[in-house]
Each structure stands twice: as structure tokens, then as C-alpha cells.
């Protein structure tokens, strides 16, 4: 059931104070923002991580932390919360001293203060996107091999042929001369 705004009420979680304690202590950059991606809260991992105060980081919006390629897309992905509630996606966040920061970005739709808004959670994923980057090199550094240890194979298989094809021709004459 939607109520007036298009949101499911059902996957709305109310949430009106998240304490300080548990909003700083986590290593998660923590944003809430409104339908229309004004920033209501940030935490201070966010701020550390983009190299905003919290005072900068609360007049931006999802649309100006993010590379454009992602930014575009933000629209998209509050009208896909207000159908299903939660999604998880990949994006990257821009500092303010324009680094690219690959992230990964749990979001859900809530109640806060009595208005719906949007809690996304962004983790750092610069170390497993390394981690896949390195694997991918690993990976076509084993096709590689692999692909010359098979030819490698095939010219023997080709050689072993060839002298099995030289051995016969020479077995062939040795017969014919031993008739003669």
C-alpha cells in the first residue's frame, strides 16, 4: 500500500534520532536526504572521507558528491527506492579535491521527523575493486599461459605425428631394400 507520496508504507522504517555514538563510531560514510536529495544528515566519516565540513557536505546533494555518470542516475534510483523500499548498487562519490572514490551504497526508504527521506550507507570499496583489478591481471596472465601451453601441446602432438609419419617412410625402405 502507497500512501500519498508513492511510498510503500510498509518498507518505510521510522527513524527521528539516530545517536551520535552509533552515527560517528561506524566506518560508513552515513547520509540521509530528502526525496528531493537535500542532505538532512551526515555523519562524520562522510565529511572525513569527502574532505567537506559538515556544514559544506549538508548544502550538497547526491547529484554533487557523485561522478557525473552516477549522478545521472540518482533520480533513477529514488524512484526505484520509493517502488521497493531497499537497494544496493555501486557508485563512486567525488571529494572535494576531486579524488574518485568507488563506494557501495545500501539505501532505504524512511520516516524521518515525520517526513519519508532516503538512508543510504556508502562503504569504501577502493581495496576490493584493487583486489579485482589484480585478479583480472592474475586471471589473463593464467589464459595467456594456458594458451601457450596448449599450443605448445598441439605442435607436439604435430611433431609426434611427424615423426611417427618419417619413422614408417624409413621402416617402408629399410623393407625395400632388404628385398631387393
Known sequence: ????????????????????????????AIFIHDLTGHFLLVNKEACRRLGYSQKELLKLSPQKIDLPKFANLVGQKIQELQKVGKIVFESEHLTKTGKAIPVEISSSVIDYHGRPAILSV???????????????????????????????????ITLKEKIKILENRLAIRQLKAGHK
Open 1 to 28: 500500500m502507497a500512501d500519498a507520496r508513492g511510498v510503500k508504507s510498509q518498507n518505510i522504517k521510522s527513524v527521528n534520532v539516530i545517536p551520535d555514538n552509533i552515527c560517528n563510531d561506524i566506518n560508513d
Open 122 to 156: 556508502a562503504r569504501d570499496i577502493t581495496r576490493r575493486r584493487m583486489s579485482e583489478q589484480v585478479l583480472s591481471e592474475r586471471q589473463a596472465e593464467l589464459e595467456k599461459i594456458n594458451r601457450l601451453m596448449v599450443g605448445r601441446e598441439l605442435k607436439m
